[in-house]
């Protein structure tokens, strides 16, 4: 079983403030790992993604995560956030395989304050 | 332009009036998905197809229907929709299951 914890719901931060979203995992085989984004109204867009070799994955928009295996997270971070930032950010889990599925978190609101 | 649509995007019915909502991509993708989105509880999946006439349940399958006989359509089918089901639904794709997967626009069900 596969599993995905996003702690809290909502997050806020100043404009050019550091992001850091946490994520933690639970995967009983090797994980792929994925960021997406929803901005209000549209569906979701994938941020970044982590499958194999390096750990330090970077993504779009100036968004980048690091794969821990010993800590089992996959956090997502941004060293200055925009305005255009303020969406919510879902973290996700599957592993090699047809078979296999995504198992998303509950997600979190990200606010970028003026 | 590699996208998956949906139809329609918003949609308010009455309790029990059967609805269909339609999925389709043009990526030649094998895995298709249906998830349904509300607040505080993320993207639960309902069904996924992992090929044409291979379906099967997700999380949260009760109440809903999907088929699968195109490879580039996966329609979701409320046979007799209940007001728990006023959600937002996407739809999504992929070569794999644990694949990177595409998403719809969602779809904003209302059922009265």
């Known amino acids: 079983a596969q599993s995905v914890t996003q702690l809290g719901s909502h997050v806020s931060v100043s404009e050019g403030a550091l992001v850091l979203l946490r994520c933690n995992y639970s995967?009983?085989?090797?994980?792929?790992l994925f960021w997406y984004v929803q901005y209000p109204n549209q569906g979701l867009q994938l941020l970044l993604k982590?499958?194999?070799?390096?750990?330090l994955v970077k993504g779009i928009n100036g968004f980048e995560a690091e794969f821990k295996k010993s800590e089992t997270s996959f956090h997502l971070t941004k060293p200055s956030a925009h305005m255009s930032d303020a969406a919510e950010y879902f973290c996700?889990?599957?592993?090699?395989?047809?078979?296999?599925?995504?198992?998303f978190g509950k997600g979190i609101t990200l606010s970028v304050r003026p | 332009e590699a996208q998956v649509t949906q139809n329609p995007r918003y949609l308010i019915t009455v309790t029990g009036k059967k609805l269909t909502v339609t999925c389709s991509q043009n990526?030649?993708?094998?895995?298709m998905s249906w998830y349904r989105q509300d607040p505080g509880l993320g993207l639960r999946q309902i069904y996924y197809?992992?090929?044409?006439?291979?379906?099967d349940k997700g999380d949260v399958p009760e109440g809903y229907k999907v088929s699968r006989k195109e490879k580039r359509n996966f329609p979701l089918i409320l046979e007799s929709p209940s007001p728990n089901q006023t959600s937002l639904y996407f739809c999504?794709?992929?070569?794999?299951?644990?694949?990177?997967?595409?998403f719809g626009p969602g779809t904003r069900l209302t059922v009265t």
């Open positions: 999504a794709s992929s070569f794999q299951g644990g694949d990177e997967q595409y």
């Open positions: 995967s009983s085989v090797p994980p792929y």
């Open positions: 982590y499958t194999t070799g390096a750990t």
């Open positions: 996700a889990v599957s592993r090699a395989g047809a078979n296999s599925k995504l198992t």
């Open positions: 990526m030649n993708h094998e895995y």
């Open positions: 197809s992992m090929n044409v006439e291979v379906t």
